[in-house]
């Protein structure tokens, strides 16, 4: 099982991106998907996460500005950030706790990519 995160870059404050987070191999089943970011310094937070039924969380400090969604027949998950500020500068991480063909249940992380946020 592989997951692949795309969609960072640099961005102007204020700006958007959409971050997508794609799950491949031999996948038999994701709960939940979650989003992590590690800014300069910092340690490794959670960011937002999605239910497999699209119950989403959000931490305080994205709340209204990120969105979260998922697309189960895809196996892929979006963060789209908006009124994106500097502090939000990090790497994202994706996150998913899946099944695969051997009903073996383990948590996978994508490589990580890159947001930067700056004039």
């Known amino acids: 099982v592989q997951l692949v995160e795309s969609g960072g870059g640099l961005v102007q404050p204020g700006g958007s991106l959409r971050l997508t987070c794609a799950a491949s191999?031999?996948?038999?089943f994701i709960w939940d998907m979650r989003w992590y970011r590690q800014g300069p310094g910092k340690q490794r937070e959670?960011?937002?996460?999605?239910?497999?039924?699209?119950?989403?969380n959000y931490t305080d400090s994205v709340k209204g500005r990120f969105t979260t969604s998922r697309d189960n027949a895809k196996n892929t998950v979006d963060l789209q950030m908006n009124s994106l500020k500097p502090e939000d500068t990090a790497v994202y991480y994706c996150?998913?706790?899946?099944?695969?063909?051997?009903?073996?249940?383990?948590?996978?992380w994508g490589q990580g990519t890159q947001v930067t946020v700056s004039p």
């Open positions: 996150q998913a706790d899946v099944g695969d063909t051997n009903y073996r249940r383990s948590d996978y």
């Open positions: 191999g031999s996948i038999w």
């Open positions: 959670l960011v937002a996460s999605i239910t497999r039924g699209g119950i989403e």
